[in-house]
């Protein structure tokens, strides 16, 4: 008898251990800091441009980049068309972003 | 005139014999835990220790190819009938199984302890050392070795995929086909990191795939100050050059402030994603892997869980365990940094 896991074993597995950090962090108080790390980090960049990768659009703290990538899929940061609203309607108005998309 | 002093407290005599000890409710673990490589990677089921997959390419486009009027294939004048799949190919790597066991005393178990050392906490603790050992044999030089007597199985690592000549270990070599392209490669341990050479190293990747792709640079500290700090500046001078005195310090700051943001940036090369690597998961602060997650995959024979053992009387045990090898279905869509002069 096979113990392989199921497609949704793996899916769910893939960030097991992830959201179990998640859960012990993931709280108001924590989620703020993290908010806060993630503004910090943007207003670094603002006026600012990379030669190379160009300008910033958006700093998203590792948790929450993680949980995204679980629900829409690995690349969807690569989609224009969610990046722009990410960054329109989320990431600019909560002051993650440098540059609007 | 002799003190009654703490420190006479050789039982059963003694000034200090009576004092009481002071320890703090509070243990600190300082380690980090993310393990960002693995987290990128899409996951697959892998059913055999060799875990194989093909890549394809296209062959070189001819700017001649011209066909003489009225002439059927394979006639004078005509082109010959071709093999479209000779450049296919068989990429492999091998399954490695990560084991951490754990066990805890019945009296350790039953004592009040300033941090709970039970088997539920160390249970854990082994799952969180686990992962982050699957983390370090991804970021790895490691080469595969193949499962023998007495020889444990090991996958080959990003560090031996991403290389411009062909690795000799227990899977098969990468063909000089997919081989990272070696301006993809930044090695050289006498030369900055500058502008144009990461500027190379992503056109490197450019004129393999011939498409933006879902970038993502894993960095260590080094390599983040370098390209973050070192390279970015104020917008009214983009023709600068990488001079020092130019750059602006960032939240990295002197590599001892390292946040776990993903910094997105849109530019030339598409939307590239820079995340910090778990530095304890890397070989050095000067390595980093410029990745496509859609290149990468992570074949699991077993996700990992929790096994516990009998208690033959000592106290529970158990041990964690996770199986699993990395895919790497495009060595040429790939980069990496392991040296340059600071």
């Known amino acids: 008898m096979s113990n392989l896991p199921t497609e949704d074993e793996l899916f769910e597995n893939q960030f097991r251990v992830l959201n179990k950090q998640m859960e012990a962090t993931f709280n108001p108080k924590m989620e703020q800091k993290r908010i806060q790390g993630a503004r910090k980090s943007a207003s670094f ?8 990768l160009g300008k910033h659009i958006g700093s998203i703290p590792m948790n929450e980049y993680y949980a995204m990538n679980k629900k829409y899929g ?9 990046m722009k609203y990410l960054n329109n309607k989320v990431l600019m108005p909560n002051g993650m972003a440098a540059n609007k998309f | 005139m002799a ?38 990677l ?24 011209a066909v003489v009027e009225g002439a059927d294939v394979g006639t004078t004048g005509g082109d010959d009938l071709k093999a479209q799949f000779g450049s296919l190919s068989r990429l492999n790597n091998r ?40 983390e370090k044999a991804i970021c790895s ?20 995929w991403i290389s411009s000549t062909a690795t000799s270990d227990d899977v098969a ?3 000089s086909d997919f081989l990272t392209p070696a301006s993809a490669i930044l090695a050289d341990g006498a030369e900055e990191l500058t502008e144009a050479r990461f500027n190379g190293m992503l056109t490197g990747i450019f004129e393999e795939t011939g498409e933006n792709q879902d970038m993502v640079l894993v960095a260590g500290t080094q390599v983040r100050n370098s390209i973050i700090d070192g390279f970015t500046r104020v917008q009214t001078s983009g023709s600068a050059t990488h001079i020092h005195g130019n750059s602006t310090t960032f939240n990295q700051g002197d590599g001892t402030d390292v946040n776990y943001n993903v910094e997105i940036f849109q530019g030339p090369y598409g939307i590239v994603k820079i995340i910090s690597a778990n530095p304890k998961c890397l070989p050095d602060q000067k390595r980093a892997y410029l990745l496509d997650p859609s290149l990468l995959g992570w074949s699991e024979g077993m996700s990992m869980g929790s096994t516990m053992l009998e208690d033959q009387g000592g106290g529970p045990r158990g041990y964690i ?10 060595p040429n869509g790939l980069g990496k940094i392991t040296d340059f002069a600071v």
């Open chain 1, 45 to 52: 960049y603002k006026g600012k441009e990379h030669p190379i």
């Open chain 1, 74 to 82: 690995v690349g969807f940061s690569n989609d224009d068309e969610f």
């Open chain 2, 3 to 40: 003190f009654d002093a703490s420190y006479n407290s050789t039982p059963p005599t003694g000034s200090g014999v009576g004092n009481r000890e002071q320890l703090l409710d509070l243990t600190t673990v300082l380690a980090p835990r993310q393990a960002p490589v693995y987290g990128l």
């Open chain 2, 42 to 65: 899409p996951k697959q089921a892998a059913t055999a220790d060799l875990v194989e997959w093909t890549v394809d390419n296209l062959r070189a486009p001819d700017a001649d190819n």
């Open chain 2, 95 to 134: 399954l490695q199984h990560f084991r951490d066991t754990f066990n805890v005393s019945k009296k350790q178990e039953i004592f009040d302890s300033v941090t709970p050392v039970r088997i539920q906490e160390a249970e854990e603790k082994a799952a969180s050392q686990v992962l982050r050992d699957i």
């Open chain 2, 141 to 160: 030089d490691n080469g595969a070795v193949s499962g023998a007597a007495g020889v444990a199985g090991k996958l080959r690592g990003l560090g031996a």
């Open chain 2, 173 to 175: 070599a990468v063909p």
């Open chain 2, 321 to 330: 365990d996770a199986m699993g090898t990395l895919c790497v279905k495009g």
